[in-house]
């Protein structure tokens, strides 16, 4: 290969990229059976690699797809990088590829360890696109040829100058698909391929051998859009195949080919020409129907789309066209006319296949190509599912999984015990076993893992309008995260604004919503118009789909889905949480109680979503509910304050237009975390640690006590490095426990194993399946195992730590009383020893050991004692007939035949004997005992394998048993994750940090806000590059000067000079401190915050139909309605939406409501300076602003130089130097004269009405003498 264009050589490490799979860490090294590692065919080239995966993988990968690995602190590998990754596969791939680093060659090499073909296709060197039948899943990146080689010449390239035939080999359970839309004519002659593909195609592996095979003959003619379809066929049988096939057979080969997706997309566009044999059909099938087309399209009931009932979901389809097509064509149409909203993936053979408006959506969407033919059609493997889904759900559709329920033979002997079979009873069933949307994942086996670690919430609502003024109404809400399984239930009233509404979505944002149809208000629509507008939202029927909370209840108990987690015995049918929604005379829990009707409407409302996605059982079966109360539902009394701070339940409220004013979870610029508080304080290293610090940074503490607590948490954790620094190594290791139990819990689930259609499916890659559930519940088990060394070593300083809370959550339960952690030494050796661990993993077979499966070792027993049974039985025979050479013959039903020597028969036998079979030499008899003990250890082994194949079942509903204490340890470390986050940040800020200093309100004391010396905790450097100003901020603090107990401080000062980013560093520092963690600043000293309030920032709702000053004036209405003496007020120069005066008035107005009569902490920032001079002499108002130095000022603004000081110190800015903005923004010099020339002029106008004011005032009061008058008219007049 001296010659060779590869620059690689066997060693060296690499990034690899896979079609549809991310670049991934390899190893370059020769192939274990031909030892070479590189192939050439033509312009092709490819290299042999190893995967860097916790089962090692290798492949040819194409060397346009390689790009050398320099390790992963090298700038392409951060974010925004190109091999950027967050997928925790990947990154303890390159923590492997990082180590082979330090490593020479020669040491790289003997890493090397994927020798192995998994399959035999891996060593036929075929040009398939993907060796689909590995049993390896697309979340494994175990797809092992090149992007070029998956490629078929796209059918109306040009470049190919000979067509590529596609052969199609029908098997019983597709033969009712294929040529449903097309006519055929009998063909003299057997073809040797057809026009047309299946990616049903079965191959020797696709059918058993008794399965006849048939070749569908070439397509002769295309349809017209008529609807009427006639259809001849000529079939001939083929030979069946004697011996199954080592290799992968050529049919599947061309199907595996047809479904690669497109070189690029311009390939695809090939595709769109004339009809004929290189190109699809101008106008598919589906769009000549004329029931189909926008206009004369129907829903089930035959409702016009213009109907206010009309059911979008559906679809009328005339019955004609049913009796048209074949059984599985017709099967399709009736499930999509059901389930129009859906993309349907069909299930033929080992392939799911994309039918006509499907298949556009396939091809557009995930890169498929359109099969030949004139009816849309195109697919990928049942590998390939939950990458193809998942692409899809992102992308706002909803996808049904539709399978094969039933095998071939299994239809076979249905249909012999049918007395009428009908063309519609020979075709296998299909039956929906999963509706998949955005609130629906649960990221099964089939589905893949989650692309990021916080919680997506399906979200069920019910209105009711408390007064005919629509000023009040009350929310029924449940949402629930489905990849957890947990929900959260409440019913709460709320104002004309929908506050409480708005931080419920804003807390918990969801992805999908769900309704009652012509039940939302006026306001709740502008919500969902506008917050949630990338949510998908669908309206259920009232009644049928959106159940009343009476329905509700009945339906729960009569599915009965917590009769595995609760105990009947004792009369508990329902959660805790929702028996207290009940109403308390009727001990069955059927009717609701009074102030819980809308709540339990809303869950109805989202059970039936759950069970039309058909995962009710496995979620609901949690019993895992929890009920939701407004933050502000126990909001502080302005008698005794402190009383209710010092509870400790008391939150900080933290609404949506706070949380996104001072972007502490999501930017304003593009929606990300980039520059927000939750990526500057995120360091934590489990899943479940980032989904409680969000909560945590949700909801700030008020109880100094809580909040102290916590800060001395972090004390004790920063005082400890060396310890921590383990346990921070062994944190790194843990998945997502939390995810885990869920998944283990819905494997485990006895109901959806008794009636759920996956029971019933027919999955051709069950074993990968089986492997990835077990692989899951080892990783399980293994991160219990890291989290008791965890406890182990935290256990070990405990006696150092002050903090309870700390102390709770790392003491074992059995130790103390306080102790929050549960001891599960006993349940690990327990699941140590249940099974070979090895074994499972690799074969996908769980064999319980002795002791552990009641059943299993039963059956066992039987087993044993009947062999043995019938092993003294023969020496029995042997000594009654007088030989000794007397053995057992049969197999299977026929076992346990006596074979006796025939020169030994001629003497007499008793009469029990009974001739089975003869051979030359010898007679087989069998006895009434032999057929009665044969009958015991059939029983026995059919129970074995019974329990067998339900093993793993059942193994996983055990450890689900003990579900509690699994979810307590992970809770537990859970809030270690994140108080070791906070202490992370606390030891590794910019600057100095401080603790801060919360204080209990008393009586007589004013709140107050002391923060001296501090920084914004997002912005360490400014855009200059200097260090950031730390500035003072002290509202109702002890001051020398005059009104140094004022609430209320106006902010003025430049343009740019600081004004907005000082109000969101105060907003910030105060939910950090509240939180429980250090701040950047010298000092920090608070009273507790109830509640924090932001006016900030410009900009109108346009899908809610509110322009800015509406907005500006809604979020100030909400301060004015909801804030006390204890929150915290941030507004931003109020009134700029409107005409000056109109905005000085209002401002006027608000400052006079929060200084005078609120009395809370305020910054409010202006220009207006008039309001200024109104309040210099106000002592409920303090004046304070950015300062800035200015060079050559004179009246020429084009000479002055503003140099911008970020401080904040007192008195008020005389100007605000609007011009210097100007001119840093580029507008013309003549512009900018030109305003100055008439800012002057309206200054002077402003300044002559004041001053002609106070002359009439004067005059009225009669204090001017005769001589002032003058004086001020002459000053008016100039």
Same mark, same amino acid.
């Given at each position: 290969?001296?010659?060779?264009?590869?620059?690689?050589?066997?060693?060296?490490?690499?990034?690899?990229?896979?079609?549809?799979?991310?670049?991934?860490?390899?190893?370059?090294?020769?192939?274990?059976?031909?030892?070479?590692?590189?192939?050439?065919?033509?312009?092709?080239?490819?290299?042999?690699?190893?995967?860097?995966?916790?089962?090692?993988?290798?492949?040819?990968?194409?060397?346009?797809?390689?790009?050398?690995?320099?390790?992963?602190?090298?700038?392409?590998?951060?974010?925004?990088?190109?091999?950027?990754? @967050?997928?925790?596969?990947?990154?303890?791939?390159?923590?492997?590829?990082?180590?082979?680093?330090?490593?020479?060659?020669?040491?790289?090499?003997?890493?090397?360890?994927?020798?192995?073909?998994?399959?035999?296709?891996?060593?036929?060197?075929?040009?398939?696109?993907?060796?689909?039948?590995?049993?390896?899943?697309?979340?494994?990146?175990?797809?092992?040829?090149?992007?070029?080689?998956?490629?078929?010449?796209?059918?109306?390239?040009?470049?190919?100058?000979?067509?590529?035939?596609?052969?199609?080999?029908?098997?019983?359970?597709?033969?009712?698909?294929?040529?449903?839309?097309?006519?055929?004519?009998?063909?003299?002659?057997?073809?040797?391929?057809?026009?047309?593909?299946?990616?049903?195609?079965?191959?020797?592996?696709?059918?058993?051998?008794?399965?006849?095979?048939?070749?569908?003959?070439?397509?002769?003619?295309?349809?017209?859009?008529?609807?009427?379809?006639?259809?001849?066929?000529? &079939?001939?049988?083929?030979?069946?195949?004697?011996?199954?096939?080592?290799?992968?057979?050529?049919?599947?080969?061309?199907?595996?080919?047809?479904?690669?997706?497109?070189?690029?997309?311009?390939?695809?566009?090939?595709?769109?020409?004339?009809?004929?044999?290189?190109?699809?059909?101008?106008?598919?099938?589906?769009?000549?129907?004329?029931?189909?087309?926008?206009?004369?399209?129907?829903?089930?009931?035959?409702?016009?789309?213009?109907?206010?009932?009309?059911?979008?979901?559906?679809?009328?389809?005339?019955?004609?066209?049913?009796?048209?097509?074949?059984?599985?064509?017709?099967?399709?149409?009736?499930?999509?006319?059901?389930?129009?909203?859906?993309?349907?993936?069909?299930?033929?053979?080992?392939?799911?296949?994309?039918?006509?408006?499907?298949?556009?959506?396939?091809?557009?969407?995930?890169?498929?190509?359109?099969?030949?033919?004139?009816?849309?059609?195109?697919?990928?493997?049942?590998?390939?599912?939950?990458?193809?889904?998942?692409?899809?759900?992102?992308?706002?559709?909803?996808?049904?999984?539709?399978?094969?329920?039933?095998?071939?033979?299994?239809?076979?002997? &249905?249909?012999?015990?049918?007395?009428?079979?009908?063309?519609?009873?020979?075709?296998?069933?299909?039956?929906?076993?999963?509706?998949?949307?955005?609130?629906?994942?649960?990221?099964?086996?089939?589905?893949?893992?989650?692309?990021?670690?916080?919680?997506?919430?399906?979200?069920?609502?019910?209105?009711?309008?408390?007064?005919?003024?629509?000023?009040?109404?009350?929310?029924?809400?449940?949402?629930?995260?489905?990849?957890?399984?947990?929900?959260?239930?409440?019913?709460?009233?709320?104002?004309?604004?929908?506050?409480?509404?708005?931080?419920?979505?804003?807390?918990?944002?969801?992805?999908?919503?769900?309704?009652?149809?012509?039940?939302?208000?006026?306001?709740?629509?502008?919500?969902?118009?506008?917050?949630?507008?990338? @949510?998908?939202?669908?309206?259920?029927?009232?009644?049928?789909?959106?159940?009343?909370?009476?329905?509700?209840?009945?339906?729960?108990?009569?599915?009965?889905?917590?009769?595995?987690?609760?105990?009947?015995?004792?009369?508990?049918?329902?959660?805790?949480?929702?028996?207290?929604?009940?109403?308390?005379?009727?001990?069955?829990?059927?009717?609701?109680?009074?102030?819980?009707?809308?709540?339990?409407?809303?869950?109805?409302?989202?059970?039936?979503?759950?069970?039309?996605?058909?995962?009710?059982?496995?979620?609901?079966?949690?019993?895992?509910?929890?009920?939701?109360?407004?933050?502000?539902?126990?909001?502080?009394?302005?008698?005794?304050?402190?009383?209710?701070?010092?509870?400790?339940?008391?939150?900080?409220?933290?609404?949506?237009?706070?949380?996104?004013?001072?972007?502490?979870?999501?930017?304003?610029?593009?929606?990300?975390?980039?520059?927000?508080?939750?990526?500057?304080?995120?360091?934590?290293?489990?899943?479940?640690?980032? &989904?409680?610090?969000?909560?945590?940074?949700?909801?700030?503490?008020?109880?100094?006590?809580?909040?102290?607590?916590?800060?001395?948490?972090?004390?004790?954790?920063?005082?400890?490095?060396?310890?921590?620094?383990?346990?921070?190594?062994?944190?790194?290791?843990?998945?997502?426990?939390?995810?885990?139990?869920?998944? =283990?819990?819905?494997?485990?689930?006895?109901?959806?194993?008794?009636?759920?259609?996956?029971?019933?499916?027919?999955?051709?890659?069950?074993?990968?399946?089986?492997?990835?559930?077990?692989?899951?519940?080892?990783?399980?088990?293994?991160?219990?195992?890291?989290?008791?060394?965890?406890?182990? =070593?935290?256990?070990?300083?405990?006696?150092?730590?002050?903090?309870?809370?700390?102390?709770?959550?790392?003491?074992?339960?059995?130790?103390?009383?306080?102790?929050?952690?549960?001891?599960?030494?006993?349940?690990?050796?327990?699941?140590?020893?249940?099974?070979?661990?090895?074994?499972?993993?690799?074969?996908?077979?769980?064999?319980?050991?002795?002791?552990?499966?009641?059943?299993?070792?039963?059956?066992?027993?039987?087993?044993?004692?009947?062999?043995?049974?019938?092993?003294?039985?023969?020496?029995?025979?042997? @000594?009654?007939?007088?030989?000794?050479?007397?053995?057992?013959?049969?197999?299977?039903?026929?076992?346990?035949?006596?074979? =006796?020597?025939?020169?030994?028969?001629?003497?007499?036998?008793?009469?029990?004997?009974?001739?089975?079979?003869?051979?030359?030499?010898?007679?087989?008899?069998?006895?009434?005992?032999?057929?009665?003990?044969?009958?015991?250890?059939?029983?026995?082994?059919?129970?074995?394998?019974?329990?067998?194949?339900?093993?793993?079942?059942?193994?996983?509903?055990?450890?689900?048993?003990?579900?509690?204490?699994?979810?307590?340890?992970?809770?537990? =470390?859970?809030?270690?994750?994140?108080?070791?986050?906070?202490?992370?940040?606390?030891?590794?800020?910019?600057?100095?940090?401080?603790?801060?200093?919360?204080?209990?309100?008393?009586?007589?004391?004013?709140?107050?806000?002391?923060? &001296?010396?501090?920084?914004?905790?997002?912005?360490?450097?400014?855009?200059?590059?200097?260090?950031?100003?730390?500035?003072?901020?002290?509202?109702?603090?002890?001051?020398?000067?005059?009104?140094?107990?004022?609430?209320?401080?106006?902010?003025?000062?430049?343009?740019?000079?600081?004004?907005?980013?000082?109000?969101?560093?105060?907003?910030?520092?105060?939910?950090?401190?509240?939180?429980?963690?250090?701040?950047?600043?010298?000092?920090?000293?608070?009273?507790?915050?109830?509640?924090?309030?932001?006016?900030?920032?410009?900009?109108?709702?346009?899908?809610?139909?509110?322009?800015?000053?509406?907005?500006?004036?809604?979020?100030?209405?909400?301060?004015?309605?909801?804030?006390?003496?204890?929150?915290?007020?941030?507004?931003?120069?109020?009134?700029?939406?409107?005409?000056?005066?109109?905005?000085?008035?209002?401002?006027?107005?608000?400052?006079?409501?929060?200084?005078?009569?609120?009395?809370?902490?305020?910054?409010?920032?202006?220009?207006?300076?008039?309001?200024?001079?109104?309040?210099?002499?106000?002592?409920?108002?303090?004046?304070?602003?950015?300062?800035?130095?200015?060079?050559?000022?004179?009246?020429?603004?084009?000479?002055?130089?503003?140099?911008?000081?970020?401080?904040?110190?007192?008195?008020?800015?005389?100007?605000?130097?609007?011009?210097?903005?100007?001119?840093?923004?580029?507008?013309?010099?003549?512009?900018?004269?030109?305003?100055?020339?008439?800012?002057?002029?309206?200054?002077?106008?402003?300044?002559?009405?004041?001053?002609?004011?106070?002359?009439?005032?004067?005059?009225?009061?009669?204090?001017?003498?005769?001589?002032?008058?003058?004086?001020?008219?002459?000053?008016?007049?100039?």
């Amino acid at each position: 290969f001296g010659n060779s264009s590869c620059d690689f050589s066997p060693g060296d490490l690499v990034w690899a990229k896979m079609e549809g799979y991310p670049w991934w860490p390899c190893l370059v090294y020769n192939h274990p059976f031909d030892g070479t590692f590189i192939r050439e065919k033509g312009k092709s080239v490819r290299v042999h690699v190893q995967f860097f995966d916790d089962s090692p993988t290798r492949g040819w990968v194409s060397r346009r797809l390689l790009k050398p690995y320099t390790g992963s602190k090298s700038k392409e590998v951060q974010k925004g990088g190109h091999f950027y990754s @967050s997928k925790p596969e990947i990154l303890r791939a390159m923590q492997r590829a990082d180590e082979a680093l330090n490593k020479d060659k020669i040491e790289r090499l003997e890493l090397a360890v994927c020798d192995e073909p998994s399959e035999p296709e891996e060593e036929e060197e075929t040009e398939v696109g993907a060796t689909y039948s590995s049993g390896k899943s697309e979340d494994d990146d175990h797809e092992i040829e090149s992007e070029e080689e998956v490629r078929p010449k796209v059918q109306g390239s040009r470049r190919s100058s000979r067509q590529i035939k596609k052969r199609r080999v029908i098997s019983d359970s597709e033969s009712d698909i294929g040529g449903s839309d097309v006519e055929f004519k009998p063909d003299g002659k057997e073809e040797g391929s057809s026009d047309e593909i299946s990616s049903g195609v079965g191959d020797s592996d696709s059918e058993g051998l008794d399965s006849p095979v048939k070749v569908a003959s070439k397509r002769k003619k295309m349809v017209t859009g008529n609807g009427s379809l006639k259809r001849k066929s000529s &079939r001939k049988e083929m030979p069946l195949a004697t011996k199954r096939s080592t290799g992968i057979s050529s049919e599947t080969k061309s199907a595996l080919n047809a479904f690669s997706a497109p070189q690029n997309s311009e390939s695809q566009a090939h595709v769109s020409g004339g009809c004929d044999d290189n190109s699809r059909p101008t106008i598919w099938y589906h769009e000549t129907l004329e029931w189909l087309k926008e206009d004369k399209r129907r829903d089930l009931q035959r409702r016009r789309p213009d109907h206010p009932d009309f059911d979008a979901s559906t679809l009328y389809v005339p019955e004609d066209f049913l009796n048209s097509c074949t059984p599985g064509m017709r099967k399709w149409w009736q499930i999509k006319s059901q389930n129009f909203d859906l993309v349907i993936f069909y299930k033929v053979g080992k392939f799911y296949e994309l039918y006509h408006m499907d298949a556009l959506i396939g091809v557009n969407e995930l890169g498929l190509v359109f099969m030949k033919g004139n009816w849309a059609h195109s697919g990928f493997p049942e590998i390939a599912f939950g990458r193809y889904s998942d692409s899809l759900v992102q992308k706002g559709y909803k996808v049904a999984r539709v399978e094969q329920t039933e095998t071939p033979e299994m239809m076979e002997a &249905r249909c012999r015990k049918m007395a009428h079979i009908s063309k519609y009873d020979r075709v296998v069933r299909r039956e929906i076993c999963r509706v998949i949307t955005k609130g629906t994942q649960t990221y099964s086996v089939l589905e893949g893992d989650p692309s990021e670690n916080y919680s997506k919430y399906l979200l069920s609502l019910k209105e009711k309008e408390e007064d005919s003024s629509g000023h009040t109404r009350v929310y029924g809400v449940c949402f629930v995260d489905t990849s957890l399984g947990k929900f959260f239930i409440g019913q709460f009233s709320d104002d004309r604004h929908c506050s409480r509404f708005r931080t419920l979505v804003a807390h918990y944002p969801p992805v999908q919503v769900l309704f009652e149809k012509g039940n939302l208000s006026t306001e709740t629509k502008m919500i969902l118009k506008g917050s949630l507008s990338s @949510s998908l939202q669908e309206g259920l029927i009232p009644g049928s789909q959106f159940w009343d909370a009476a329905k509700t209840l009945r339906m729960l108990l009569e599915e009965g889905y917590f009769k595995e987690k609760l105990n009947e015995d004792s009369g508990v049918l329902l959660p805790q949480v929702l028996k207290g929604m009940t109403s308390e005379s009727d001990s069955l829990g059927l009717t609701p109680g009074e102030k819980s009707e809308l709540a339990l409407s809303a869950l109805g409302g989202c059970v039936f979503y759950l069970k039309k996605c058909l995962i009710d059982q496995e979620l609901l079966s949690m019993a895992n509910f929890e009920e939701y109360i407004p933050l502000d539902s126990d909001m502080v009394s302005a008698i005794r304050p402190g009383a209710v701070f010092a509870k400790g339940n008391q939150r900080m409220v933290l609404d949506a237009v706070t949380l996104s004013n001072l972007e502490i979870f999501m930017n304003g610029t593009n929606g990300s975390t980039e520059g927000t508080l939750l990526e500057k304080i995120d360091s934590c290293h489990t899943p479940f640690g980032k &989904r409680l610090l969000k909560q945590w940074l949700c909801a700030p503490l008020c109880s100094p006590y809580a909040i102290n607590d916590r800060l001395d948490a972090i004390e004790d954790l920063m005082a400890e490095p060396d310890k921590i620094s383990d346990v921070v190594d062994l944190l790194k290791k843990l998945p997502d426990l939390e995810r885990l139990l869920s998944k =283990i819990h819905n494997v485990g689930s006895p109901l959806k194993s008794q009636n759920h259609p996956d029971s019933r499916a027919i999955m051709y890659e069950e074993t990968t399946y089986s492997k990835k559930k077990i692989i899951d519940f080892l990783s399980a088990l293994e991160g219990f195992k890291v989290i008791c060394k965890i406890i182990e =070593i935290m256990e070990e300083i405990a006696d150092n730590f002050k903090s309870k809370i700390l102390k709770q959550v790392i003491t074992l339960q059995t130790k103390t009383p306080q102790g929050r952690f549960p001891d599960l030494t006993i349940e690990l050796n327990r699941w140590d020893t249940a099974f070979d661990h090895e074994k499972a993993r690799k074969t996908g077979l769980i064999t319980p050991k002795a002791g552990f499966d009641s059943d299993y070792d039963q059956a066992l027993a039987d087993i044993r004692e009947n062999e043995q049974s019938l092993l003294e039985y023969l020496e029995k025979q042997r @000594s009654r007939i007088g030989c000794r050479t007397i053995v057992y013959w049969g197999i299977g039903r026929n076992r346990y035949q006596l074979e =006796i020597p025939e020169n030994f028969i001629t003497r007499n036998l008793p009469e029990e004997y009974e001739l089975k079979s003869t051979k030359k030499g010898c007679k087989r008899y069998w006895t009434k005992t032999i057929e009665k003990k044969l009958a015991n250890l059939i029983n026995a082994e059919e129970r074995r394998d019974i329990s067998l194949k339900d093993c793993m079942r059942r193994l996983f509903y055990n450890f689900d048993k003990n579900y509690k204490d699994w979810q307590s340890a992970v809770e537990c =470390i859970a809030v270690l994750d994140v108080l070791l986050c906070l202490a992370n940040y606390s030891r590794g800020g910019d600057g100095p940090m401080c603790r801060p200093v919360i204080l209990l309100p008393e009586e007589g004391t004013p709140p107050f806000l002391d923060l &001296r010396g501090s920084r914004h905790p997002c912005i360490t450097k400014t855009f200059f590059g200097d260090d950031f100003i730390p500035n003072d901020i002290l509202i109702g603090c002890e001051e020398e000067e005059e009104n140094g107990k004022a609430y209320c401080v106006l902010v003025t000062g430049p343009n740019m000079g600081g004004k907005s980013t000082l109000m969101r560093q105060a907003g910030l520092l105060a939910v950090m401190a509240q939180t429980g963690c250090y701040i950047p600043a010298e000092v920090c000293r608070l009273t507790p915050i109830d509640r924090v309030f932001t006016r900030l920032g410009a900009s109108d709702r346009i899908m809610s139909g509110e322009s800015t000053f509406f907005v500006e004036l809604s979020e100030t209405a909400s301060i004015l309605t909801h804030a006390t003496a204890h929150s915290l007020v941030l507004v931003d120069e109020l009134g700029r939406g409107t005409a000056t005066f109109d905005g000085t008035a209002i401002a006027n107005a608000v400052v006079k409501e929060l200084a005078e009569n609120i009395k809370c902490r305020t910054l409010f920032s202006t220009h207006y300076h008039s309001l200024v001079e109104d309040y210099s002499q106000n002592v409920a108002v303090r004046l304070g602003h950015m300062a800035c130095m200015v060079e050559n000022e004179c009246e020429d603004p084009s000479q002055e130089t503003i140099t911008f000081l970020y401080k904040f110190i007192k008195g008020a800015c005389p100007k605000s130097y609007g011009f210097n903005a100007a001119r840093l923004a580029n507008l013309p010099e003549e512009i900018i004269q030109k305003g100055h020339r008439k800012a002057r002029e309206f200054e002077k106008m402003t300044q002559s009405l004041r001053l002609f004011r106070e002359v009439c005032l004067a005059s009225e009061r009669s204090t001017l003498d005769a001589e002032a008058v003058p004086k001020l008219l002459t000053l008016i007049k100039e």
